[in-house]
């Protein structure tokens, strides 16, 4: 089966210090992936998604980036941490075209900008 | 672009009542449309889905949902609710014309189910 890991689940970084989320998927190939942040009464807000190693397609002008080395990992970076990048964040897979419609999501990382 | 409009932020309600949790999305092209829910600080899950066929979906932990067309609705429904399903409530679409590629979520609906 299909399992989706996302570290750490906590983390508290100071201002203008740089940042590193990674994410990794096992049972699947070729999977899509998402970043997503999800800030206090705002919903899921789509950070970055990628459709093969290499392939990032950002939906939200920021401070972050995201970079995909292996099929199987999905990794969201800052240089310079600002306090509004504070929030949770989520990862999340989806299968092929037209066949596992639904994400699966990880189990989230909340980051505090102190 | 697809939104998702989820027209109540929080829901109170008493243990054994019934609830609904409204979805509403901007467009009436083919989608693909999904519940999921979340427990404090942990990711999503889901609850149902409508891909196709039956309007009327069953999910788990006893919810459905009912998608309408006409009105561009997804209203996610109980008949008796639990102290354990206090958490909060995603509508969400994605355009199957694109493949579903792109989930788009609603801001969330808090459930509160008190004593």
């Known amino acids: 089966s299909q399992t989706i890991h996302q570290w750490p689940a906590t983390l508290v970084q100071p201002v203008g210090s740089p940042l590193s989320l990674e994410c990794t998927v096992e049972?699947?190939?070729?999977?899509?992936l998402y970043w997503y942040r999800q800030a206090a009464g705002r919903g899921l807000q789509l950070l970055f998604y990628?459709?093969?190693?290499?392939?990032i397609s950002s939906e939200v002008p920021q401070n972050l980036s995201a970079s995909r080395p292996q099929d199987r990992q999905f990794i969201l970076s800052s240089k310079k941490l600002l306090l509004s990048d504070s929030g949770f964040y989520l990862c999340?897979?989806?299968?092929?075209?037209?066949?596992?419609?639904?994400?699966?999501f990880g189990q989230g990382t909340r980051l505090t900008v102190v | 672009a697809q939104s998702v409009t989820q027209l109540d932020s929080q829901v109170p309600v008493f243990e054994e009542a019934p609830v609904e949790l409204r979805c509403n999305y901007s467009?009436?092209?083919?989608?693909?449309l999904f519940w999921y829910v979340q427990y404090p600080n942990q990711g999503l899950q889901l609850l149902l889905k409508?891909?196709?066929?039956?309007?009327l979906v069953k999910g788990i932990n006893g919810f459905e949902a009912e998608f309408n067309k006409s009105q561009t609705s997804f209203h996610l429904r109980k008949p008796s609710v639990h102290i354990s399903d206090t958490a909060e409530y995603f509508c969400?679409?994605?355009?199957?014309?694109?493949?579903?590629?792109?989930?788009?979520f609603g801001a969330g609906t808090r459930l509160f189910v008190k004593a």
């Open positions: 049972g699947t190939s070729n999977p899509n």
């Open positions: 990628s459709v093969g190693i290499g392939q």
């Open positions: 409508y891909l196709s066929g039956s309007t």
């Open positions: 969400a679409v994605s355009d199957r014309n694109t493949g579903g590629f792109k989930t788009i």
């Open positions: 467009s009436s092209v083919s989608v693909y």
């Open positions: 999340a897979w989806k299968g092929l075209w037209g066949t596992n419609t639904e994400a699966f």
